[in-house]
C-alpha cells in the first residue's frame, strides 16, 4: 500500500504562508493539529494530506494554482522517481497532443479525461494550458519534478549545462548526450540553437520523458532508452557534438565484456576507469573537427590507472582542454569537478604543440561563464600560440604534460603570480577597499520606530497587475526564442534562486533572462524601488515560495502595501539607499577575501614580509 507524501514544518509554513514560529504555535494550541508520522524530535515529518485537511478546515490554506494542485496529485500518487516521471509523462501527452490538435476544445478535453489523466487533474491541466500554453505548462511541472530532491541530487544545473553547450559550440549542428538523465544538457543545447538533440538514457520512463519535453519545446531528435556503454543505441552515428555528464565512480560499467570494443579509439579503458570510457564512447560519436565536453570528477585528471589513456589522448590531439570548476558548481557539492573539452582530430592530422588548462575554482557565479569562456575562445582562436592569464589560465606545451605522472590537474600547471605584481595588488585592493568601508555610514539609511496603528491593505501582484497598476511578463520558455528588452524601472525578479531578490534596471540594453519575471510598473500607480523593496521581505519570500522548498518563486502571490504614489517615492528612496548599502557590503567582502589572499600568498612565497621585519635578500626564482 502506498504510504501518504510527509512534509516538514518548515513546508507546512510556506504552504501556508506564514513564518516556522505560526506551525509552533499551532502545534502547541491545537490539539487537533496533526501529529507527526515520521522525522525525528528535532525535525518532525507530518502526513501531508492530513495537514492540508486541517488548514483547510482552519481556513489557513491559500488557494492553490492548477499547477500546485497537479503536482500535489503527482507527489500522492507516488514518491519514487520512475513512477513520478510516468504520471508526468501521461500529462505531457495530453499537452502535446493538444498542441498538436487543432479540434475544439471540449472536444479535447473530453479525450484528456477519457485516458490515463484523472478528470479533475484533466480540468486543471486545461486551465493552466489555456493561460499559458502547452509548452510554458509543462515546463512548470517538468520544473518542479526536476528541482525534486531525488532528481536534484544527479543533475547537471542549467548554468553549467549552458557553459557545456557554449564550448561546444552546438549552433546549428546535432547533439548528441549519451547519458541524458533529466536533458538539462539537451535543453541548454536548444537554447543554444543546435538543429538536432539525440540522446540515451539508461531510465526507460525518464528516456520518455526527456523525449517527451524536447517536443513540447519543438527540438527534432529524441530520446533512446538503454545502457550506452552497454548497449549503444546509436551506433556507428556521428554527431556535431557530444555533451555528457556521467554516472561518477561506477564499478561496473561492463569493461569485461567490453574489453576489445571499436569505440576505445585510443586503447582498451581500464577497469577502474569508467569516467575514460565515457570520454572514449563521445569520442568515437564525433565528427573530425566536433567537440565533446564531458563533466568529470577531479580524480580521473591525476589517476595512474588513466595514465596511458591520458597520454593518448594528448599524442593524438584529441583532448583539448580541461577547466577546474568551483566547488558546488554540480553534485557532489563539496568537490570541485572539472570539465573536459574534447576534439576529434583527424588521423592524419599533426597533433596540436598545446592543451589549455584553466583553474577556474576560485571564480564567483557570476562571472565563471565568461572568464572560462573568454579564455577558451581565446585559445581556439590563437591555436597552438602561448595563452597565459596569471593564476587562471595557460596553454600548457604538450610535451610539458607528457611527464611521468601526466597529471592534468589545472592548479598544478599554472604560471606563478609575480611577487611585484602581488605587491602591487595589495597596495590597490587596499585603497579600494578603504575607501569602500568609508563610504558605508553615509549610505545606511536613517530610520525610526514608526506609531502604532492599523495595518494598511494589500494587494497581490497579481491584483495589481489585474488592476493595471503594473505588467506581468514571463518567465520565458526554456526553449523559446523570445528576447524582451529591459527598460529602465522594470523590476526583474528570477524565479529560481537561493532568495527572493528582486532587481531593479536602471539602465536599458539587457534582455530578461530565462526563467525571469518581468514586472514593469504603471509609473503614475507605482514606484518601482517601493515595488522590490515591498517585494523582497521574508514574509513574502514564505508566501511565494513553492510547497517543495526548492526555491522556486511564484512572484503573483507577493503582497504590495497599499499607499498613495508620494509616500512610495519617498520609501523608494530608502529602499534604494539600502540597495546600494548591500551592494557596497557585498563589494566590500569580495575584496577583503583578495586582499587576504593577495597577503597569504606574498607572506608565504616570501615577495611580502611584515613592516617590522629587517629586509631579507630574496631568492632567484627558480625557471620552469
Not at 508520522?37 to 490554506?61: C, I, M, N, Y
Not at 577497469?271 to 564525433?286: D, F, G, K, N
Not at 584529441?318 to 557532489?332: C, I, M, T
Not at 514571463?474 to 529602465?488: N, S
Request: net charge neutral.
Amino acid at each position: 500500500m502506498q504510504e501518504n507524501p510527509t512534509i516538514t514544518a518548515a513546508e507546512i509554513a510556506r504552504l501556508a504562508g506564514v513564518g516556522r514560529a505560526a506551525v509552533s504555535n499551532w502545534r502547541k494550541r491545537h490539539p487537533d493539529f496533526p501529529a507527526p508520522v515520521g522525522g525525528t524530535a528535532a525535525s518532525p515529518e507530518f502526513d501531508l494530506p492530513q495537514v492540508e485537511r486541517w488548514l483547510r478546515e482552519q481556513g489557513k490554506l491559500p488557494e492553490a494554482t492548477p499547477a500546485e494542485r497537479i503536482w500535489r496529485h503527482l507527489a500522492q500518487s507516488s514518491s519514487a522517481t520512475a513512477t513520478t516521471a510516468a504520471a508526468l509523462t501521461a500529462l505531457g501527452e495530453a499537452l502535446l497532443a493538444r498542441k498538436r490538435d487543432t479540434r475544439p476544445a471540449a472536444t479535447r478535453r473530453n479525450q484528456a479525461q477519457s485516458g490515463q489523466v484523472p478528470p479533475d487533474v484533466a480540468a486543471d491541466l486545461d486551465a493552466l494550458a489555456d493561460q499559458l500554453g502547452p509548452e510554458a505548462a509543462f515546463d512548470q511541472l517538468w520544473q518542479r519534478f526536476t528541482a525534486s530532491p531525488p532528481v536534484r541530487a544527479h543533475a547537471t544545473p542549467d548554468d553549467l549545462a549552458d557553459l557545456m553547450a557554449a564550448l561546444a559550440d552546438v549552433r546549428g549542428g546535432s547533439v548528441l548526450d549519451p547519458a541524458a538523465g533529466t536533458g538539462a544538457t539537451l535543453l541548454a543545447a536548444a537554447r543554444a540553437g543546435c538543429a538536432e538533440a539525440h540522446g540515451q538514457e539508461i531510465a526507460d520512463e525518464v528516456a520518455r520523458l526527456v523525449g517527451l519535453r524536447l517536443a513540447l519545446g519543438d527540438v527534432p531528435g529524441e530520446v533512446r532508452p538503454g545502457d550506452s556503454l552497454r548497449a549503444d543505441a546509436y551506433p556507428g552515428e556521428t554527431f556535431d557534438a557530444v555533451l555528457c555528464h556521467p554516472p561518477f565512480g561506477a564499478t561496473r560499467w561492463g569493461d569485461e565484456e567490453l574489453g576489445h570494443d571499436p569505440r576505445w579509439i585510443v586503447g582498451t579503458t581500464p577497469r577502474t576507469e569508467p569516467e575514460l570510457a565515457w570520454a572514449q564512447h563521445a569520442l568515437a560519436h564525433l565528427r573530425v573537427g566536433g567537440h565533446a565536453v564531458l563533466l568529470m570528477p577531479p580524480a580521473v585528471a591525476g589517476r595512474r590507472a588513466g595514465r596511458r589513456i591520458r597520454v593518448e589522448l594528448l599524442r593524438r590531439g584529441h583532448l583539448r582542454a580541461v577547466v577546474a570548476l568551483p566547488a558546488g558548481a554540480a553534485a557532489p557539492h563539496g568537490v570541485p569537478l572539472h570539465l573536459w573539452v574534447l576534439r576529434r582530430a583527424a588521423a592524419d592530422a599533426p597533433p596540436p604543440a598545446r592543451a589549455l588548462l584553466v583553474d577556474a575554482a576560485s571564480c564567483a557565479p557570476g562571472e565563471l561563464s565568461a572568464r572560462v569562456l573568454a579564455a577558451w575562445r581565446a585559445f581556439a582562436v590563437a591555436g597552438d600560440a602561448e595563452v597565459e592569464q596569471a593564476g587562471f589560465a595557460r596553454a600548457v606545451p604538450v610535451v610539458e604534460l607528457l611527464d611521468e605522472e601526466v597529471d592534468l590537474t589545472p592548479a598544478r600547471r599554472q604560471p606563478a603570480v609575480e611577487v611585484e605584481a602581488t605587491g602591487e595588488q595589495l597596495v590597490r585592493t587596499s585603497a579600494r577597499l578603504a575607501a569602500l568601508v568609508g563610504d558605508l555610514p553615509a549610505l545606511m539609511p536613517r530610520v525610526t520606530t514608526a506609531p502604532e496603528g492599523p495595518p494598511e491593505p494589500t494587494l497581490t501582484v497579481g491584483e495589481l497587475a489585474r488592476t493595471g497598476a503594473l505588467e506581468l511578463i514571463g518567465p520565458l520558455r526554456a526553449t523559446g526564442a523570445q528576447e524582451i528588452p529591459l527598460a529602465p524601472g522594470d523590476v526583474v525578479v528570477p524565479m529560481i534562486a537561493r532568495q527572493l531578490t528582486p532587481r531593479v534596471v536602471t539602465e536599458g540594453g539587457e534582455l530578461l533572462a530565462r526563467h525571469h519575471h518581468l514586472l514593469r510598473p504603471n509609473p503614475a500607480a507605482l514606484d518601482p524601488w517601493f515595488l522590490a523593496g515591498q517585494l523582497r521581505t521574508s514574509a513574502n519570500e514564505r508566501q511565494v515560495s513553492s510547497l517543495s522548498g526548492t526555491l522556486r518563486f511564484d512572484v503573483r502571490r507577493a503582497q504590495v502595501r497599499r499607499l498613495p504614489l508620494a509616500e512610495q517615492r519617498t520609501l523608494g528612496e530608502v529602499f534604494r539607499r539600502l540597495d546600494a548599502f548591500e551592494s557596497t557590503i557585498r563589494q566590500a567582502a569580495e575584496l577583503g577575501a583578495e586582499l587576504v589572499k593577495l597577503a597569504a600568498d606574498g607572506l608565504a612565497s616570501g615577495g611580502l614580509r611584515p613592516d617590522d621585519d629587517p629586509p631579507r635578500p630574496r631568492r632567484p626564482r627558480r625557471s620552469r
